[in-house]
């Protein structure tokens, strides 16, 4: 939070920022607030902290003190903010890991009409006697909704909150007029104190910027390279900053925050009559959208202007509103028009050198006169738009002639592009039909755009054109139709009337505030008070999380003389190396060194994976060499100066059909098959065959890939410390790659940022190049990703393309399925085959299907090689099994959940691998969605609502799970922990998995805390190999010795402590581990207080020659129902209710597995409906940041989110009988994607066009706009793809 004295209002005004975007010498004056200014656990936490942290706010911990802040500042301003408030300050925040609900939670304790049930403003409320009592859940009293206890809180008292330092009010109170400079190594900044100053400055530096928010300055430095030497600071012009207003306008000075902006647009409206804010409403519509809060708090009105973006929200509102700019040079001023001349950078429009914006005049709307604004991006918040619009009409006094019109558009070109050829040719147009067709072909006309152009989507930026424009047209008419508005109709009835079923195009998705509530099951009344098992207990780093007082890996202080290191990476897909010229590199200040292959005295990784490459390139993003320097920006540009030549090589694969064709496969085909499926084809009522198309997946943990190793002076040893979901595999590939023994290296993890399965294999290699490093320099070394190398580097989810045919009954059951699907594995093995393997062992899903064939493949590819991600491969591959069943729902003309139902297991049964299961679970899971989710009733009011509007739909999807949990293989289960008791009774816990965010230490410690079970058999196991020395069959943990758990203390994974660890992944984490911790020791028997828990793991097992096994430990049961309401004409979409159904058996602490439920779900969504990754034709990855991959925000939580544990069932076979969740609620997400499906194809009935049409996945604002095809889709031109070299190119 920066706090500033405005020198307008003379009040402090305090507001949240993006910290990297912050130059330190734009803070001067300014107070600065951190998360550990605000409170910590070792002085006085502050409420905010306290609430996200018991509210369970916290998984990682990563996001926690950006959240924190962002609250904080908002309690700052408004002590009792309303939800909407608390909405808009978080909506800049992102989360990968809990799905945002719980944090909201936190937040609204907070507010002013918040009452902490979740249900209020649906007139009940959970703790209502009744509502549990009649829970279906059951139906049993023992169902809690409380995951925290509120009237634990302490109150919020702002006269406790730090004040803004007394010398700061002084200097402001004051200021210095002098002019300040500071010098940096490259740059000079200066801040003159007056006006006149700044102006003579400029006439000395004309090519000097000038510098405010630097939201757009420091984005382009970073990833364009723009580099300025002097910068020119007018933070200190209280003159930039001046609002006044006239009759006929309001003029806002230049250096007014768009937050600020904001808030005086929003004053003006509601001072003045509707007819003159026109341009302000609309400016305002796109201010509420425009970023998220902290950007908005730092843009200025004058930067967003000048920065003249294709993508500005605001110029387009401003230019056809007759915006004029007011000048300012030493010559004096000038007021030039915000016109399409002024935004195409014409220089006889545009600023001369030495002048500077001073301030922007708006003027009112008049009578006749409306203006509108648009705008569609990939999600609702925090996004730019692919096209926004401004519009603005005027008519002849008292009629529907058209007087005057402008239109604006940007997105579709390099500028702002005013459509001023068309308007011109519909003045004195009557506002009807006609004209909008005629409106709509020529616009088409002007603001062409080519097939290539830069951003794709050509065809649906075409489509939004055209299909604002028509939204357009609806307002005014809707607005001209007002009784007593016009004054003479000339012709009466050619009026054109609106049908009521139209009216919806008109209104925007509102950002709402979500509900919902979470039902899990009470432990038994029974269970000692003390035993923490099947509670709802806090993250064990959750206060530390808030405080920010929680160490992740790059929070480790340096330590001496350690230097940086940045990775050189191919710019070619598939090449040979003909040289690496590092001369200049290493002529700059502050580089040590550049590491390459040459310097791996050991194993420089496998033959066809390589940790640096040697000889040639297999993808964009391959690692070539590694730039070791001083300092993080040395090193960052001496990797600019490494020059490397390529010599291109034939064959360069990128998509899955290019794959195929070359036959590039990284593996053997994986099959699974049962029954005879060419017979049943033969006997079946009828067959479809589709495709479908599934995106890949970015992992998107907020800590990127880090990594700190220290070499120690003796006998070669290592410390490294390293953010891995996979300590050991990190220790064996640095031992290798160093050629010393695997003792001599000890890896910690403390906590992870997020991993998703992004942290396994990755950070051997990283961990490995900075070892070498180490070696070879003798230094410790830090090598740290930003998120643009993390995104380039590392690979994602697989992509996948599946083939499906299906024949089927005309009851709509299932007879016979066959699928084949490959999935695009990049240019290197990692965990592809696996991957495939559980596709294949996974797609099933729910549903009983006699003859079955399952066919998987993963496709070599120039592409950064793909890995594991939550899930591995399921959410991918039931998409498929699950779009067979909507097809065959349509062509049965059945609702898809009766075919769901009539296709699910329903008793004791056999896996297509032959392994039995009891789907009891699984029914009782989809019963109590239908049921909680009055699904069949909503489906009436959904097909009511769609009758109603023809250009909004909604759609309703029910989707089942079987979710296998753990790998086919026993070694993969294996687990230790190792246990120590002071004799103070303190207990020290260590054991093999990594704490992720997911909580398994806390989970660890709740199990720890219990005794254990008397059929496990426990381990003193001896270094490698885990030699069986006792077994030993006393409870160490705390019921015995009474230890709570506060007693006991877990403080890292380390390969010295516990060895040979698996890598904490596949939901599998706590019951392994788990069963290591729950050990035998001694105290009683006099034995050791030391004790290692060996657990020997699941027996699973897979004959794929057979094609029989017992691969997976056992299964995790859920539903999902999801209904949406789409936007036909943009293909935007409002989340309106999700319900899950979950069965997480005897939940070990309710609300560490309902977080990670919607934190998967949540991640489901953004897999499947906005986050997309694009390649360019020549393999680069364009997506490599917020700007351009959307993960989901707060404002994606479906309104209403009901999160349900089923009543425990037993699985005797896992610890305490709990499951294992961690990945099985990322295919739940689909439920939003079928939902979308079905809206869609509502609106395709309706429209006559074919009901059945490629599913492709995300289904994107462009996907659904293109698949509601209508007369505007049918206008735009088409181009011949031969025609043009297609700006991206889709991988799957
Ligand atoms: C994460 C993020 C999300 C964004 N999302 C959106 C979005 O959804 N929609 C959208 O429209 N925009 C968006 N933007 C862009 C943002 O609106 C602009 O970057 C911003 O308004 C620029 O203002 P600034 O004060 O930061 O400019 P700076 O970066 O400080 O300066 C930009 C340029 O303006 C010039 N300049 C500034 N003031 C003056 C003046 N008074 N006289 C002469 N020249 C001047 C400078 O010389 C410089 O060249 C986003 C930006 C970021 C970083
Ligand atoms: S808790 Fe939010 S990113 Fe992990």
Same mark, same amino acid.
Request: glycine letters at 8%.
């Given at each position: ?10 009040k ?8 990297c ?6 803070l001067?004056g300014?107070a ?10 070792k002085t006085?936490l502050?409420?905010v902290?306290e ?5 369970h706010?916290?998984q990682?911990?990563f ?6 802040m962002s ?30 609900r719980?944090?909201?939670?936190s937040?609204r ?5 918040s ?6 403003g ?8 009744g509502?549990?009592?009649?829970s279906s859940?059951?139906?049993?009293s023992?169902?809690?909704t409380?995951?925290?206890a ?7 008292d702002?006269t406790?909150?730090l ?6 009010l002084r ?11 500071f010098h ?6 200066i801040s003159p ?5 700044l102006?003579?400055?400029k006439?000395?530096?004309?090519d000097?910027?000038?510098i405010l ?16 030497p002097?910068?020119?600071?007018p933070?200190?012009?209280s003159?930039?900053?001046?609002v006044?207003?006239?009759?006929e ?21 509601s ?6 804010t026109?341009?302000?409403r ?9 970023a998220?809060q902290q ?7 004058g930067?967003?202007?000048?920065s003249?973006?294709?993508?500005s ?9 007759n915006?004029?700019?007011n000048l300012m040079s ?6 030039i ?7 195409a ?19 009112h709307s008049q ?9 569609q ?8 738009a692919?096209?926004t619009a ?7 006094e008292?009629t529907?002639?058209?007087?005057d019109?402008?239109?604006?558009y940007g ?5 702002t ?16 039909e ?10 088409l ?25 028509f939204?357009?047209?609806l307002?005014v008419?809707q607005?001209?139709?007002?009784p007593g508005k016009?004054l003479s109709?000339?012709?009466g009835h ?9 009216l919806?195009?008109?209104? =925007?998705?509102?950002?709402? +505030?979500? *509900?919902? &509530?979470?039902?899990?099951q009470?432990?038994?009344?029974? !269970? #000692?008070l003390?035993d923490?098992?099947?509670?709802p207990i ?5 206060l530390?999380?808030?405080t920010?007082?929680a160490?992740?890996?790059?929070d ?9 290191m ?7 897909a598939?090449a ?13 200040p502050?580089?040590v ?8 005295p050991?194993?420089n990784?496998a033959e ?5 490459a040697v =000889?040639?390139?297999?993808? +964009?993003? *391959?690692? &070539? ?8 920006a !040395? #090193?960052?540009?001496?990797v600019?100066?490494?020059k490397?030549a ?11 059909e290019?794959?195929i064709?070359?036959s590039?496969?990284?593996c053997?085909?994986?099959k ?8 049943a084809?033969?006997?079946?009522d009828?067959i479809v ?8 997946q ?5 800590e990127?890939?880090?990594v ?13 410390y390293?953010?891995t979901?996979?300590p050991a595999?990190?220790?064996k ?5 160093l ?11 403390k906590?992870?940022?997020g991993g998703?399965?992004g942290k396994?294999g990755?950070?051997?290699v990283?961990?490995a190049?900075?070892a ?7 230094y410790?070394i830090r ?10 580097i590392?690979?994602?989810r ?21 699928i084949?699907?490959?999935?695009n594995?990049?240019c ?7 991957v ?5 062992l ?5 549903y009983?299907?006699r ?8 496709c070599?590819?120039?592409?950064p ?8 491969g399921f ?6 099994t699950?779009s067979?069943?909507?097809a ?20 004791v ?5 032959k ?11 989809w019963?109590?969605?239908l049921?909680?989710s ?5 489906r009436?009011?959904?097909a009511?609502f769609?009758?109603?509007?023809y ?11 079987k979710?296998s949990?753990g790998f086919?293989?026993?070694?993969f289960?294996?687990a230790a922990?190792?246990?120590?008791i ?6 020290l ?6 704490e992720?965010?997911q ?5 660890m410690?709740q199990k720890a805390?219990v005794?254990?079970?008397p ?21 160490v943990?705390s019921?015995?010795?009474k230890v ?9 994974t380390?390969?010295?402590t ?8 596949a939901s ?9 911790v729950?050990i ?19 027996e ?18 859920g539903?999902a ?7 036909c004409l943009t ?6 209710r ?14 560490i597995?309902?977080g990670?439920?919607?934190?998967s779900?949540?991640q489901g969504?953004g ?10 034709p ?20 479906p309104?209403e989110?009901n ?6 069932s ?10 294992g969740?961690g ?7 689909s ?18 066009i ?6 492709r ?14 007369r505007?889709?049918?206008?735009i ?5 031969k ?10």
């Amino acid at each position: 939070m920066v706090s500033k004295h405005d020198p307008v209002s003379r009040k402090i005004r305090h507001f949240s920022v993006t910290a990297c975007l912050v130059p330190i010498c734009s803070l001067y004056g300014a107070a600065v607030t951190t998360v550990e200014g605000v409170g910590s656990i070792k002085t006085r936490l502050h409420p905010v902290q306290e609430r996200i942290a018991k509210s369970h706010g916290t998984q990682c911990g990563f996001c926690t003190p950006g959240m924190v802040m962002s609250m904080y500042t908002l309690l700052r301003n408004h002590p009792q903010p309303s939800e909407e408030q608390l909405m808009e300050a978080l909506g800049g925040n992102l989360c990968r890991c809990t799905g945002y609900r719980p944090i909201l939670e936190s937040g609204r304790t907070f507010c002013a009409e918040s009452s902490g049930c979740q249900q209020k403003g649906r007139g009940k409320c959970c703790l209502d006697q009744g509502e549990n009592a009649t829970s279906s859940l059951g139906g049993e009293s023992d169902i809690c909704t409380e995951l925290f206890a509120k009237d634990e809180f302490q109150p919020l008292d702002p006269t406790q909150e730090l004040i803004f330092p007394p010398e700061l009010l002084r200097m402001a109170e004051n200021p210095e007029k002098r002019t300040l400079t500071f010098h940096g190594e490259r740059v000079t900044w200066i801040s003159p104190g007056t006006l006149k100053d700044l102006l003579e400055l400029k006439v000395k530096h004309p090519d000097a910027p000038l510098i405010l928010g630097n939201t757009s300055l420091g984005p382009a430095k970073k990833s364009q390279g723009h580099f300025h030497p002097v910068l020119l600071s007018p933070a200190r012009i209280s003159e930039l900053s001046m609002v006044s207003t006239t009759s006929e306008g309001l003029t806002i000075g230049a250096g007014c925050s768009l937050a600020q902006v904001k808030d005086i647009l929003a004053g003006r409206v509601s001072e003045l009559p509707e007819e003159k804010t026109q341009t302000y409403r609309a400016l305002l519509k796109h201010l509420k959208r425009l970023a998220g809060q902290q950007i908005r708090n730092m843009a200025s009105l004058g930067g967003h202007i000048m920065s003249r973006h294709c993508y500005s929200d605001l110029n387009p509102v401003l230019a056809v509103g007759n915006t004029a700019l007011n000048l300012m040079s030493k010559e004096g001023t000038r007021q030039i028009p915000l016109d399409r001349d002024f935004l195409a950078g014409l220089a006889s429009a545009d600023l001369k050198p030495e002048e500077i914006l001073e301030s922007v005049y708006i003027p009112h709307s008049q009578r006749w006169e409306f203006v509108s604004a648009f705008r569609q991006a990939q999600c609702q918040q925090n996004a730019l738009a692919d096209v926004t619009a401004g519009m603005r009409v005027l008519f002849q006094e008292g009629t529907d002639t058209i007087e005057d019109l402008s239109l604006a558009y940007g997105g579709v070109g390099d500028a702002t592009i005013s459509a001023q050829k068309s308007c011109q040719q519909l003045l004195g147009r009557r506002w009807n039909e006609p004209m909008l067709d005629e409106a709509c072909r020529l616009l088409l006309d002007e603001v062409s755009l080519p097939g290539g152009a830069p951003g794709g989507s050509v065809e649906f930026k075409r489509t939004l054109v055209v299909s604002f424009f028509f939204k357009f047209y609806l307002e005014v008419l809707q607005e001209l139709k007002k009784p007593g508005k016009l004054l003479s109709v000339p012709d009466g009835h050619h009026f054109p009337e609106i049908s009521d079923r139209f009216l919806s195009a008109l209104e =925007d998705f509102p950002a709402t +505030v979500p *509900q919902g &509530v979470q039902r899990y099951q009470s432990v038994d009344s029974h !269970q #000692a008070l003390q035993d923490p098992v099947g509670r709802p207990i806090m993250h064990l780093s959750g206060l530390k999380h808030a405080t920010g007082e929680a160490i992740f890996c790059d929070d480790i202080p340096t330590v001496d003389k350690e230097l940086f290191m940045a990775l050189v990476t191919s710019t070619r897909a598939h090449a040979k190396i003909i040289s690496v010229d590092l001369s200049k590199a290493l002529e700059l200040p502050g580089v040590v060194d550049v590491i390459t292959a040459e310097d791996i005295p050991g194993t420089n990784g496998a033959e066809d994976d390589k940790l640096l490459a040697v =000889d040639k390139v297999l993808c +964009v993003g *391959q690692i &070539v060499c590694a730039v070791v320097a001083e300092t993080e920006a !040395q #090193a960052k540009r001496a990797v600019e100066e490494t020059k490397i030549a390529y010599e291109d090589l034939e064959p360069v694969i990128f998509t899955i059909e290019d794959a195929i064709k070359h036959s590039s496969f990284l593996c053997p085909e994986k099959k699974l098959e049962q029954g005879n499926v060419e017979k049943a084809f033969e006997e079946v009522d009828q067959i479809v065959e589709g495709e479908v198309h599934v995106g890949g997946q970015e992992h998107f943990y907020m800590e990127t890939q880090r990594v700190l190793v220290i070499p120690k002076t003796e006998d070669k040893e290592l410390d490294i410390y390293v953010s891995t979901q996979d300590p050991a595999h990190v220790q064996k590939t640095v031992s290798s790659t160093l050629n010393i023994p695997i003792n001599r290296i000890t890896c910690h993890v403390k906590r992870v940022g997020g991993g998703f399965g992004g942290k396994v294999g990755r950070p051997a290699v990283l961990g490995a190049i900075a070892a070498v490093g180490a070696n070879k320099t003798g230094y410790p070394i830090r090598l740290v990703l930003d998120r643009e190398d993390d995104m380039l580097i590392t690979g994602g989810r697989h992509p996948l393309f599946g083939k499906y045919k299906v024949g089927f009954m005309n009851s709509g059951r299932i007879r016979a399925l066959d699928i084949e699907c490959f999935i695009n594995g990049g240019c290197t093995l990692d965990d592809s085959e696996l991957v495939t393997e559980f596709l294949i062992l996974k797609m099933e899903n729910a549903y009983k299907i006699r003859n079955l064939r399952f066919r998987g493949r993963a496709c070599m590819t120039n592409l950064p090689s793909n890995t594991a991600f939550r899930g591995f491969g399921f959410p991918q591959g039931t998409l498929v099994t699950e779009s067979c069943i909507t097809a065959v729902a349509a062509k049965c003309g059945l609702l898809p959940e009766k075919v769901r139902e009539k296709n699910m297991y329903k008793t004791v049964d056999k896996t297509i691998y032959k392994q039995a299961f009891n789907p009891e679970p699984l029914i009782r899971c989809w019963n109590e969605c239908l049921d909680k989710s009055s699904f069949h009733s909503r489906r009436m009011q959904v097909a009511e609502f769609n009758k109603k509007n023809y250009w909004r739909k909604r759609g309703l999807a029910v989707v089942p799970m079987k979710f296998s949990v753990g790998f086919a293989a026993t070694s993969f289960h294996q687990a230790a922990a190792l246990v120590h008791i002071y004799t103070d009774g303190s207990v020290l816990v260590t054991h093999g998995g990594n704490e992720l965010g997911q909580g398994i230490h806390t989970k660890m410690l709740q199990k720890a805390e219990v005794e254990k079970s008397p059929h496990v058999q426990v381990l003193l196991g001896q270094g490698q190999g885990f030699r069986t020395a006792v077994a030993v069959e006393t409870p160490v943990a705390s019921r015995e010795l009474k230890v709570p758990m506060s007693h006991m203390h877990i403080c890292e994974t380390s390969t010295a402590t516990v060895p040979n660890t698996i890598a904490t992944a596949a939901s599998i984490g706590s019951d392994v581990n788990g069963r290591a911790v729950q050990i035998e020791a001694a105290f009683e028997q006099r034995i050791s207080l030391s004790a290692t828990g060996y657990f020997r793991g699941y027996e699973a097992f897979m004959d794929w020659e057979k094609g029989e096994g017992d691969p997976f430990p056992y299964y995790v049961y859920g539903a999902a129902s999801s209904e949406v309401e789409v936007d036909c004409l943009t293909g935007a979409h409002k989340k309106i209710r999700t319900d899950i159904v979950m069965d997480a058996c005897c939940s070990l602490n309710p609300a560490i597995d309902i977080g990670q439920i919607e934190g998967s779900f949540t991640q489901g969504m953004g897999l499947y409906t906005t986050e997309e990754l694009k390649y360019s034709p020549e393999g680069v990855l364009y997506s490599r940041g917020p700007d351009d991959y959307k993960i989901p925000t707060i404002t994606d939580v479906p309104e209403e989110f009901n999160v349900s544990l089923l009543p425990s069932s037993q699985t005797p076979l896992t610890i305490y009988s709990s499951k294992g969740l961690g990945e099985s609620g990322m295919f739940l997400g689909s439920s939003v994607f079928f939902a979308i499906a079905d809206a869609v194809a509502t609106a395709r009935r309706e429209r006559d066009i074919a009901e059945d049409f490629t599913v492709r996945s995300p289904a994107t604002p462009e996907r659904v706009r293109m698949a509601c095809a209508d007369r505007f889709t049918e206008m735009i031109p088409r181009d011949d793809p031969k025609t043009f070299k297609p700006w991206s190119i889709p991988i799957a």
